[in-house]
């Protein structure tokens, strides 16, 4: 993959520190409260960034990012939660349509649970990048990724809503970001992926799963990434 312009959202400065060591050259950018770091990697420009914790934080950067860099499409990547029981923490999930668990606009009939008003229930990522991911040597789990404003440790309350409202999908994970992410890719016009390593599974392991994992689960993810960049398009 070459002469594109890539953009890497992640909410952690404990995400963001593998790109650090991988890219030479940083340039930091300041626009609003965010730094935005640029580089460059097999012909292409590379901007990576942290835009905080939860829906609100994602949605801003993302604008910003779009508006000032117009990327050629968008990675948002880091760690998640693991839904799916089979799931093993350092697994990587790839999003094949991302959607909101904790939305609810129904007050006609014209929404569903988990869709915001005049706008898609699930966000699609762009099914080119994921094809040329799925053809990488590397076990790579591709289904729906769930987001909402909730570190979630209740599996019982996530299965419930996720069975009576999403029955039809198959859930691998949950995260804090990467539906907004995907909201503001699809205002404007711009092809997204999510990549996520799994730092803990909700209801089979514990709090010090996710402090001990992280660190490695966002490595595993920035690695694949450039796998990614590697590839030929």
């Known amino acids: 993959m070459k002469n594109n312009i890539v953009g890497i959202i992640c909410a952690m400065e404990k995400e963001v520190t593998h790109y650090k060591e991988i890219f030479k050259k940083i340039k930091e ?3 609003m409260n965010y730094t935005f770091f640029e580089a460059s990697y097999n012909e292409n420009k590379i901007i990576f960034t942290i835009c905080g914790i939860g829906k609100v ?12 860099y117009h990327p050629d499409f968008i ?7 693991g839904f799916d029981q089979s799931l093993k923490t350092l697994d990587i999930v790839v999003a094949d349509k991302i959607f909101y668990h904790d939305v609810d606009c129904r007050f006609d009939n014209d929404a569903r649970y988990g869709q915001v008003q005049g706008l898609p229930l699930f966000y699609n990522a762009n099914v080119i990048l994921n094809d040329r991911l799925s053809k990488l040597d590397i076990n790579l789990k591709f289904g729906a990724i769930a987001s909402g404003d909730q570190f979630i440790t209740d599996y019982d309350k996530m299965k419930k809503t996720i069975d009576e409202y999403f029955n039809d ?7 804090m970001e990467s539906c907004a992410i995907a909201q503001m890719c699809y205002l404007n016009h711009i092809e997204f992926i999510v990549i996520r390593a799994i730092s803990d599974v909700v209801g089979s392991s514990q709090i010090m799963d996710y ?3 992280t660190p490695q689960a966002a490595s595993k993810a920035a690695k694949l990434i450039l796998q990614l960049l590697d590839c030929e398009l």
Request: hydrophobic share 45%; proline share 0%; with cysteine.
């Open 29 to 31: 950018t300041k626009l």
């Open 57 to 68: 934080n994602a949605g801003s950067l993302t604008t910003l990012l779009i508006e000032h």
């Open 75 to 81: 990675v948002n990547t880091g760690v998640a939660g």
């Open 169 to 175: 999908v198959k859930v691998l994970a949950c995260d």
């Open 211 to 213: 402090n001990t994992f």
